[in-house]
């Protein structure tokens, strides 16, 4: 038994966001994976439930007029994976939708819930890091977007306030056309485990030249992160065994990895300079370049 | 909502359609075991690692353990319980035996139902045992060492 006191079915999106406004101490619940955990080891906060689990509303993955590809909050990473415009368009994203836990998991378990949960570790913010992705936060009467990057204020705690709810993922043309990724999940072992790094690159080529840079990390400090100095310091150079050896070395810079149980932050370190290498090597080779 | 924490639901459990007034409290996985008597599905980690408690949801894989069972409302559960027909079991459950996929039994409830929808999605196509050991990646098991499973997979999914 879960230690329930109080739990509402919402029956849509706008009906989600009332019931909030009226149980100021409920907290939302869409697949449970990490909710549900929480109340059974008697983590306080989470026995007044509003249940968005299955919302078809917010269960979506498309493509506007725009071009802007969005997906709804509610969707679940096997949908992720299996969906055509990602497959197509955004394929390291991809890639870290199938690096989350394992397939019962997957089957349920949200991309939205992964962001507002505001671990670092999280396998699908760090790419939504990379690629610049935009939230769309509902509440009654106003909508507001934000990018990503400002989204998480630390560990655990995320820019939502009371009766807000993450709706959709707004991946702009800007981001991904013409962008080739890869993220890169380093942890103990390849499934139901949690990132001891995760590196997500994104990148444009344009005659050789690192035309654009995106490189992102889970685990890497207290939130997920971009490391815009590194960024800022490698594009529009040529693209060269020595630019992977650049980038390894400027990343160190840009990051803040500490001790846990998992890993010492000496590793750490070591792991975000190799893998900032491998990735970028991976996504440049998507790009058609070899090296 | 004046329900004093229990709720009516109505779901398909193996095929026959069931209505249950159940606390709302429980995890799937308690309705199965302690209400239906369905004990096949086993609590392992109780926390979504192990998949000791797999079971199919309108034709998908989830850890009943950390399903809320009013979830369940309006929804076809398939179970172990329900594989076998007619007393004859089903391709999958035939292969563990055939193979020896099975020591102590714990996990292979769970594991014969990740099987079963790894089969019914890949049906008529070739796979590739790394896809194989992906599908079966939320499934523990501490006795087999895994091959005995794969090769059973392998088998179930021959046509």
């Given at each position: 038994m879960f230690d329930?006191?109080?739990?509402?079915?919402?029956t849509c999106l706008d009906d989600a966001i009332a019931l909030l406004i009226e149980n100021p101490n409920a907290r939302l619940i869409a697949g449970g994976?990490?909710?549900?955990?929480?109340?059974?080891?008697?983590?306080?906060?989470?026995?007044?439930?509003?249940?968005?689990?299955?919302?078809?509303?917010?269960?979506?993955?498309?493509?506007?007029?725009?071009?802007?590809?969005?997906?709804?909050?509610?969707?679940?990473?096997?949908?992720?994976?299996?969906?055509?415009?990602?497959?197509?368009h955004i394929p390291m994203l991809s890639d870290a939708a199938q690096s989350v836990g394992g397939p019962q998991i997957r089957n349920v378990a949200t991309i939205g819930g992964n962001i507002c949960n505001g671990v670092t570790s999280a396998d699908s913010a760090s790419s939504l890091f990379s690629l610049n992705a935009v939230l769309v936060v509902k509440t009654q009467g106003a909508i507001r977007e934000i990018p990503i990057s400002d989204f998480y204020l630390g560990p655990g705690k995320v820019d939502l306030k009371k009766g807000e709810i993450l709706t959709t993922i707004i991946i702009r043309p800007d981001?991904?056309?013409?962008?080739?990724?890869?993220?890169?999940?380093?942890?103990?072992?390849?499934?139901?485990d949690i990132a001891t790094i995760g590196c997500a690159v994104c990148l444009k080529v344009k005659h050789h030249i690192l035309a654009d840079f995106r490189i992102a990390y889970g685990v890497a400090g207290p939130v997920p992160i971009r490391c815009l100095k590194t960024e800022k310091s490698v594009t529009n150079k040529k693209i060269t065994l020595k630019l992977l050896d650049d980038i390894s070395r400027f990343v160190a810079h840009d990051v803040s990895p500490r001790t846990s149980w998992r890993a010492t932050k000496e590793f750490r370190m070591n792991i975000i300079c190799e893998l900032s290498k491998r990735a970028t090597k991976k996504a440049l080779n998507r790009a058609g370049e070899g090296l | 909502m004046t329900d004093q924490g229990f709720?009516?639901?109505?779901?398909?459990?193996?095929?026959?359609?069931?209505?249950?007034y159940i606390d709302i409290r429980s995890s799937l996985l308690e309705v199965l075991r302690n209400e239906l008597g369905l004990t096949g599905a086993k609590e392992g980690c109780g926390v979504g690692e192990c998949g000791a408690c797999s079971v199919l949801v309108d034709?998908?894989?989830?850890?009943?353990?950390?399903?809320?069972?009013?979830?369940?409302?309006?929804?076809?559960?398939?179970?172990?319980?329900?594989?076998?027909?007619?007393?004859?079991?089903?391709?999958?459950?035939?292969?563990?035996?055939?193979?020896g996929a099975v020591q102590c039994g714990f996990c292979t409830p769970g594991f014969i139902m990740a099987s079963?929808?790894?089969?019914?999605?890949?049906?008529?196509?070739?796979?590739?045992?790394?896809?194989?050991?992906?599908?079966?990646?939320?499934n523990l098991c501490r006795c087999t060492g895994y091959q005995n499973i794969l090769k059973a997979v392998e088998k179930s999914i021959e046509p």
């Open positions: 329930l006191k109080k739990h509402i079915k919402a994976t990490d909710v549900l955990i929480k109340l059974r080891h008697g983590k306080k906060g989470y026995s007044e439930l509003i249940d968005i689990n299955g919302l078809e509303e917010l269960r979506f993955i498309k493509q506007d007029k725009q071009n802007n590809i969005l997906i709804g909050s509610g969707t679940v990473f096997s949908d992720i994976i299996q969906s055509d415009i990602i497959k197509k981001d991904y056309m013409g962008s080739f990724g890869y993220y890169y999940k380093y942890a103990m072992r390849n499934a139901m | 709720r009516e639901i109505i779901f398909s459990i193996n095929g026959k359609q069931r209505t249950l034709d998908v894989l989830v850890d009943s353990c950390i399903y809320l069972a009013i979830w369940a409302d309006g929804k076809a559960i398939r179970t172990i319980e329900g594989e076998a027909k007619k007393g004859k079991l089903s391709k999958v459950q035939q292969s563990y035996v055939k193979e079963t929808s790894f089969t019914e999605k890949n049906k008529g196509e070739s796979v590739t045992e790394d896809e194989i050991r992906k599908a079966h990646a939320g």
